[in-house]
């Protein structure tokens, strides 16, 4: 089946940098791959998403790359805020198939 | 985006008791929906799919016995912990896949946090 790792578990980061969350997948197969965003005792929100057909995808300050030959993936925000800081998670499946999950990244902007 | 209700937001019992926890597509019609399991600080864990009119489709390691999924409209799935003991306490989420998006897009409900004492 398909397995996800994610990197780092934990970043810290001063206001307006850039941080960068990687994941790879061992699953081929798997054509569909979305990031969540997670605060504290809270539901996972979606934040953005891409299919294997597209090799970067961008939402304001937040983008997402996929390397299909290398299986991995990553999340790219600029200019961070506060507001940022949650855990983040990314996930992959294949078509309609379920969601298997990263590790997580917490994420700490600081002011 | 469609939104998904789960009732208890919190669940406090006695062990040996059982709870069910629902799941609620509120403005979408939902065939599949997922069952997860979080602990602190820790990833998403799917339990199980839950599909409408048919038995769930249990992850390898979760006792179906233990864990009784229903899925009897395209609005509701329960989940009903049997005997809860104190290694069940946990923060349960689901989520229901909405069709009208592109990418059949999961959302989440808001979890349930189960302490069992």
């Known amino acids: 089946g398909e397995n996800v790792e994610q990197h780092p578990s934990t970043l810290s980061v001063q206001e307006g940098d850039s941080a960068v969350i990687k994941c790879t997948y061992s699953d081929s197969a798997s054509n569909y791959f979305p990031w969540y965003k997670q605060e504290l005792g809270k539901r996972p929100q979606l934040i953005i998403d891409i299919r294997s057909n597209v090799g970067e995808k961008k939402d304001q300050r937040i983008a997402v790359t996929l390397n299909k030959t290398a299986k991995h993936f990553s999340l790219h925000i600029t200019e961070t805020q506060p507001e940022d800081s949650a855990v983040y998670f990314c996930?992959?499946?294949?078509?309609?198939?379920?969601?298997?999950f990263g590790t997580g990244t917490r994420l700490l902007v600081s002011p | 985006g469609a939104v998904v209700s789960q009732h208890p937001s919190r669940v406090i019992c006695k062990s040996g008791t059982s709870v069910k926890i629902e799941c609620r597509s509120l403005d979408f019609q939902a065939t599949t929906m997922f069952w997860y399991r979080q602990f602190p600080k820790k990833s998403l864990m799917l339990m199980a799919t839950?599909?409408?009119?048919?038995?769930?489709?249990?992850e390898q390691g979760v006792e179906k016995d233990k864990f009784l999924i229903n899925h009897a409209s395209l609005t509701l799935s329960t989940l009903t912990v049997t005997s809860a003991h104190p290694e069940d306490s946990s923060f349960y989420i689901c989520?229901?896949?909405?069709?009208?998006?592109?990418?059949?897009?999961?959302?989440f409900g808001p979890g349930t946090r189960l302490t069992v004492l």
């Open positions: 839950s599909n409408e009119g048919s038995k769930a489709t249990y």
């Open positions: 996930a992959a499946s294949e078509g309609f198939q379920k969601l298997v």
């Open positions: 989520s229901a896949r909405d069709l009208r998006t592109p990418y059949n897009e999961q959302f």
